[in-house]
């Protein structure tokens, strides 16, 4: 069983910059899929972003690119999520998560016509964007 410790969620005006992370525990962030999705209030969840700890690459949402980068730091084994140009649209809770155990129980989470099953995912972080 994986454990997540989500962090940084915050209240930032729109426009504004927001980094939140991921401290993952219980084994190290190899040979996996580990990304961001989100889910506001009424709407479906969403994927952001993500990554192959195989190697290296990423992988974003078509609204988020250009915008939001995905990180991670392997001594604190720790995935990051930097947000800029933060808009009125992004509001949401932010999950990070694994593919990791599956396929029962995953949840289905589309980056534009791509799909990755989460088997693990975190408690969320709530990202408001406001003015």
């Known amino acids: 069983q994986a454990q997540f410790v989500q962090s940084g969620g915050a209240l930032v005006q729109p426009g504004g910059s927001l980094r939140i992370s991921c401290e993952i525990s219980g084994f190290t962030l190899d040979y996996l899929l580990v990304g961001w999705f989100r889910q506001a209030p009424g709407k479906e969840r969403e994927g952001v972003s993500y990554m192959s700890t195989t190697d290296g690459s990423t992988y974003y949402e078509d609204a988020m690119e250009g915008r939001f980068t995905i990180s991670r730091d392997n001594a604190k084994n720790t995935v990051y999520l930097q947000m800029n140009s933060l808009k009125t649209e992004d509001p949401a809770v932010y999950y990070c998560?694994?593919?990791?155990?599956?396929?029962?129980?995953?949840?289905?989470?589309?980056?534009?016509?791509?799909?990755?099953?989460?088997?693990?995912w975190g408690q969320g972080t709530q990202v408001t964007v406001s003015s």
């Open positions: 998560g694994i593919d990791y155990p599956g396929p029962e129980n995953a949840i289905a989470v589309y980056f534009n016509k791509s799909r990755v099953w989460f088997g693990s």
